[in-house]
T-cell receptor
């Protein structure tokens, strides 16, 4: 069975500091992984997916199959990055989410 | 971008009654819709996958007779919580994907259900 783990419930950093939100997964097949973001009072929206290997809003995430991780990184956090971040794994047509990490970027 | 709406945004009902939540894709045809449940400060838990014109597929541990899902058209799926109990109080979120094989999910704003 698939499982997505986000070990940190809350991550606080100062503006301009690097940030890494951790995500580990367990899945027997070839995973398709995503990061979703939920800003205050807004709905969930896609941030990035590992297949596209793109950088969105300065965030990147690399799939590490050896460590079964898909950590989200940004070199210089901004206050507007404060939000809930969810790592998700797609299994066939279904999405399974981690418990989320709240990122708080302090001025 | 694609928009998914939910109605109502919040509902309070009495224990033992049933409540229906609608999920609509406003500007695209959704071949598949998903229903999630989210407890406070916790993750989204997938409840069921709803395909237009066919029976919903429920995740393990989700009672299909309690959470009735209907996907009668390509733009509408409904979740009916039958004989609601206080423990059914939660935040219910739907999402939709468009073409088969599409990777992106578009989320609704969620419905806050409170059962008294």
């Amino acid at each position: 069975a698939q499982r997505v783990t986000q070990p940190e419930k809350l991550l606080s950093v100062f503006k301009g500091a690097p940030v890494e939100l951790k995500c580990n997964y367990s899945y027997s097949g070839s995973p398709e992984l995503f990061w979703y973001v939920q800003y205050s009072r807004q709905r969930l929206q896609l941030l990035l997916r590992h297949i596209s290997r793109e950088s969105i809003k300065g965030f990147t995430a690399d799939l590490n199959k050896g460590e079964t991780s898909f950590h989200l990184k940004k070199p210089f956090a901004q206050e507007e990055d404060s939000a809930m971040y969810y790592c998700a794994l797609k299994n066939f047509n279904k999405f399974y989410f981690g418990s989320g990490t709240k990122l708080n970027v302090k001025p | 971008g694609a928009v998914v709406s939910q109605h109502p945004s919040r509902v309070i009902c009495k224990s033992g009654t049933s409540v229906k939540i609608e999920c609509r894709s406003l500007d695209f045809q959704a071949t598949t819709m998903f229903w999630y449940r989210q407890f406070p400060k916790q993750s989204l838990m997938l409840m069921a996958t709803s395909n237009e014109g066919s029976k919903a597929t429920y995740e393990q541990g989700v009672e299909k007779d309690k959470f009735l899902i209907n996907h009668a058209s390509l733009t509408l799926s409904t979740l009916t919580v039958t004989s609601a109990h206080p423990e059914d109080s939660s935040f219910y979120i739907c999402s939709a994907t468009a073409p088969v094989g599409s990777y992106e999910q578009y989320f609704g704003p969620g419905t806050r259900l409170t059962v008294t």
